[in-house]
């Protein structure tokens, strides 16, 4: 039959959107959610189109603060983990010394160890040291685990690229900081630029590890939970949906510099 045929033809693009779909619900629910306006507490049952919630987002007591503070933790924490996951990249491909094999290796435990795990340790860490509990522990914390993810996508960039463009910038009387700056870094800027939104993104969202080295200091995961107790304020799904839709703006707008400058180079 044709349908059939057009199906098994097209399985793996239905799969796809499928599983697309499945993602994104979610999100979706938020989203309708955000314009709700509950009888209760919990913004759980569908009771009437409102836009109050969208005209006064801050209208719940701290819940601004924290989310100011997750978004100040966040960039601090893209920023550290992004540096330092950029040179240790390079130095794990383009150098060979002792123990380079097992740095390799360590690197990929943050991502294989529980969350739990980590935090404990951690915590045990900073108590040991005497380290007052709150941002600076939480920003440590992040910059470490968020480390190995951006290791992992410089490195794959880094691996890929190709050292004859870098030996030809030289031939051409390029010096060191030249080559780097014009070459090496424009190659590499894709991955650094995943490896820091992968970062962003697991730092503002990260609930385990900020909770047991958080203090009295409560970020927007915190007070999300925190208030999953009491009740569930609408401004919540108002600032997921924001920022879930500066997440898709950000997708989008890299897909086009990149399709502009595929076409460009054509």
């Excluded at 039959?1 to 057009?6: F, K, T, Y």
């Excluded at 409102?50 to 819940?63: E, I």
């Excluded at 970062?199 to 385990?208: K, P, T, V």
């Excluded at 401004?235 to 897909?255: C, E, K």
């Amino acid at each position: 039959m044709p349908v059939l045929r057009w199906i098994r033809r097209n399985l793996v693009v239905i799969a796809g959107l499928l599983t697309l779909a499945y993602l994104i619900l979610p999100n979706i629910v938020v989203m309708v959610f955000s314009f709700n306006k509950p009888k209760g507490r919990f913004n759980y049952a569908w009771q009437h189109f409102s836009t109050d919630a969208w005209k006064d987002p801050c209208g719940v007591a701290d819940m601004c603060g924290s989310l100011s503070l997750s978004l100040q933790i966040a960039g601090w924490a893209t920023l550290g983990a992004t540096v330092l996951g950029t040179m240790i990249s390079f130095a794990l491909v383009r150098y060979r010394f002792r123990a380079r094999g097992a740095i390799n290796s360590l690197i990929f435990l943050p991502m294989a160890m529980p969350e739990v795990v980590m935090a404990a340790s951690l915590l045990t860490l900073f108590l040991n040291m005497g380290a007052q509990l709150g941002f600076w522990t939480i920003l440590i914390a992040h910059i470490m685990f968020c480390l190995s993810f951006v290791v992992t996508a410089v490195k794959a960039r880094v691996m890929s690229m190709d050292p004859r463009l870098e030996e030809a910038a030289r031939d051409l009387y390029a010096g060191p900081v030249q080559t780097f700056l014009r070459v090496t870094l424009p190659i590499a800027a894709p991955g650094i630029a995943a490896g820091a939104l992968l970062a962003f993104a697991l730092s503002f969202d990260d609930f385990i590890i900020t909770n047991f080295n958080a203090g009295s200091t409560v970020t927007f995961p915190m007070f999300v939970w925190g208030s999953a107790q009491r009740g569930t304020p609408v401004q919540i799904n108002v600032i997921g949906t924001a920022m879930f839709i500066i997440a898709v703006l950000v997708v989008v707008a890299g897909q086009l510099i990149a399709n502009r400058r595929k076409n460009s180079a054509r």
